[in-house]
T-cell receptor, first 113, second 116 residues
């Protein structure tokens, strides 16, 4: 699996856009980028994923660079409830047999008033 | 509502005792996973299972055991051989959802184990 690199922490003012970067320079052509978040003492929650096109859903937008070596998760109007650890992982879409999905340490986003 | 139920939410255990954490899902997912999380750390994979009666070791399987006798259930036993069992344990299952959705995990709320 391609390795990902994320900043350990970020701050964002409530109501502003939170832009969380992820580097995955060794990503292969058929690997997807997935984002999850974990609010304190809860299980992680899936947010969004993409291959090469930008994606948007009700939670966030995912911008993947043209060379696919990095991506940015955008929370357009951050609220205090978005304070969490955000994980970026890269993985093949079709994993076939059971696969080891590993999570790094992610980015701790603190949304402030 | 479909989801994953982990129990108990909090568990205390004396050293030398085995303890079993329950994980049940009604999502009809084939694959299930157990992760361990220590304070300020990411998730580390303990065991995973693709199908009933089959499971594989993850990165930190020593001191743990699992079974997969039913599709809905994937219990984790923390044995006395696990040297530092105090941690937050998370169970997850994986849907298919087409090729791109094959890695979308649904997590339970977690079980926090403390060894006294």
């Amino acid at each position: 699996d391609a390795k990902t690199t994320q900043p350990p922490s970020m701050d964002c003012a409530e109501g502003r856009a939170a832009n969380l970067p992820c580097n995955h320079s060794t990503i292969s052509g058929n690997e997807y980028v997935y984002w999850y978040r974990q609010i304190h003492s809860q299980g992680p929650q899936y947010i969004i994923h993409g291959l090469k096109n930008n994606e948007t859903n009700e939670m966030a937008s995912l911008i993947i660079t043209e060379d696919r070596k990095s991506s940015t998760l955008i929370l357009p109007h951050a609220t205090l409830r978005d304070t969490a650890v955000y994980y970026c992982i890269v993985r093949l879409g079709n994993t076939g047999t059971a696969s080891k999905l590993t999570f790094g340490t992610g980015t701790r986003l603190q949304v402030t008033l | 509502d479909g989801g994953i139920t982990q129990s108990p939410k909090y568990l205390f255990r004396k050293e030398g005792q085995n303890v079993t954490l329950s994980c049940e899902q009604n999502l009809n997912h084939d694959a299930m996973y157990w992760y361990r999380q220590d304070p300020g750390q990411g998730l580390r994979l303990i065991y995973y299972s693709q199908i009933v009666n089959d499971f594989q070791k993850g990165d930190i399987a020593e001191g743990y055991s699992v079974s997969r006798e039913k599709k809905e259930s994937f219990p984790l036993t923390v044995t006395s051989a696990q040297k530092n069992p105090t941690a937050f344990y998370l169970c997850a299952s994986r849907g298919t959802g087409g090729i791109s959705g094959a890695n979308v995990l649904t997590f339970g709320a977690g079980s926090r184990l403390t060894v006294l």
